[in-house]
């Protein structure tokens, strides 16, 4: 009998692109993937632990899925799995194993061992492997793992380790391969894409985005993130004249205000990001510029809060992500006392979220009327270049439309 696998992603791009990995390399050996828990001989739950939300969410999943499906195995991979690793055997004794970011190219093995009954503990590094898969519209491309920063509340740099990036050779390879078999747009992920240093040629990031963009059939690149202190002049330059890259940029800014900033560790000013963000809009005046905003650092006063909401107003935001801050053990904010109370912190996230939402809205707004190049990643809903999403009734999956947007609607251009 093929034996069956569920896999369940949280958190972020970067775990979605090693679930599909980890899928890729158990249907190359044979087993079978199934989209339902209760019928899978192995669970795997690829985790996240930038918050504590995402843990708690995490473990709660978890112990229900191992009660309604009491004869599989499970794995937890991930950030968790690297974060507790031989613990969290103990704590869940229907865990089979634990296998940390580092290490997803064992997973079959990793499978067999488990199904044969044995405990596996996977928390090392090992080579990042080029995987062949079945091809979407749209794909993750890695270019690199880990993170250096060391931004004082994340603890990615201590789960993922430092950075590492991938010959360029490798993923333009990669890439060629899967245009062949009919990708259209490729999303380059790392955890900071603009320290990019091919470890072969020594390209760097605006040197890879224009190798790639050579490859014939590819319509679109996109790349997620961008770290403010690292944007190179450069790669305003490359993204107003090479019309392969979206008009996008994902520049998460945290705070507002200088004093958080330098307890974060960012290593950039509120000035420098405007400063940053006002080039983007002049040299490229119909880009979407989206950020990550944390609200509730431990030492941020109302008056921080402020020069954040300031900060927003001034950038007019495409898109933000909001995040009330969350302590995470082993980082150097985790030693701040966390003084904002829980009900501050909502109270912000709500703020911010309501004046994105107004901000983004006015953007959108501003597209109707225009023309714009449609990507559909399926039947009738595609992204333009801006990566809103756009509606085209009738529109078919795969296809690169010019269209007039004729409307708004929850967030979404009606073309
Ligand atoms: N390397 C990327 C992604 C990091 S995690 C980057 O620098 O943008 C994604 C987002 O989660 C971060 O941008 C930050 O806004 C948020 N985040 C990270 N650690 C957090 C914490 N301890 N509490 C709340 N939000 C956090
Ligand atoms: Fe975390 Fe900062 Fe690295 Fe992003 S750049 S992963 S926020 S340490």
Do not use: W
Not at 11 to 28: F, H, P, T, W, Y
Not at 277 to 288: C, G, N, T, V, Y
Not at 343 to 350: A, G, I, L
């Amino acid at each position: 009998m093929t034996k069956k696998f569920y896999i369940k992603t949280f958190g972020c791009q970067m775990n979605v692109a090693d679930s599909r990995v980890m899928g890729e390399l158990l249907l190359k050996s044979g087993f079978e993937k199934t989209e339902d828990p209760s019928t899978a001989d192995v669970v795997i739950f690829n985790s996240c632990s930038v918050r504590k939300h995402a843990e708690d969410r995490l473990f709660s999943n978890l112990g229900l899925t191992m009660k309604k499906n009491p004869s599989a195995r499970f794995i937890l991979a991930g950030c968790t799995a690297q974060r507790f690793g031989e613990k969290l055997l103990k704590r869940f004794k229907k865990l089979s194993a634990v296998l940390g970011p580092g290490e997803i190219f064992k997973i079959e093995k990793v499978v067999r061992d488990v199904l044969e009954g044995k405990k596996v503990i996977a928390t090392g590094r090992t080579e990042y492997r080029f995987v062949e898969r079945r091809a979407d519209i749209s794909e993750n491309v890695v270019i690199g793992r880990g993170c250096n920063n060391f931004c004082s509340y994340c603890v990615v740099p201590f789960l993922r380790g430092r950075e590492e990036y991938r010959p360029s050779s490798d993923i333009l390879k990669e890439i060629s391969c899967l245009v062949e078999s009919g990708t259209k747009e490729v999303i380059l992920l790392g955890q900071n894409v603009n320290s990019y240093r091919d470890p072969e040629k020594g390209l760097n990031f605006c040197e890879l985005l224009d190798e790639i963009s050579k490859i014939k059939g590819l319509l679109r690149i996109r790349f997620l993130t961008s770290h403010p202190k690292d944007v190179p002049d450069e790669l305003v330059v490359l993204m107003k004249k090479n019309e392969k890259i979206a008009k996008h940029i994902h520049l998460p800014v945290q705070a507002g205000s200088n004093k958080i900033l330098k307890q974060m560790n960012r290593k950039y000013t509120r000035e420098k990001y405007i400063e940053i963000a006002q080039k983007f809009r002049s040299e490229i005046p119909d880009i979407a510029i989206t950020t990550d905003i944390i609200v509730g650092f431990p030492t941020e006063t109302e008056e921080d809060f402020f020069k954040t909401e300031d900060l927003v107003k001034k950038v007019k935001f495409d898109g933000i992500y909001v995040f009330k801050y969350s302590p995470r053990d082993g980082t150097s904010a985790s030693k701040l006392k966390d003084a904002v109370s829980e009900e501050e912190k909502q109270r912000r996230h709500k703020r911010i979220l309501d004046l994105a939402r107004k901000i983004s809205l006015a953007r959108r707004a501003s597209f109707v009327g225009k023309t714009c190049d449609v990507l559909f990643e399926k039947n009738e809903i595609g992204h333009n270049s801006q990566n809103f999403l756009v509606f085209k009734k009738g529109a078919k999956k795969g296809s690169f439309l010019k269209l007039e947007i004729k409307d708004v609607k929850n967030e979404m251009l009606l073309a």
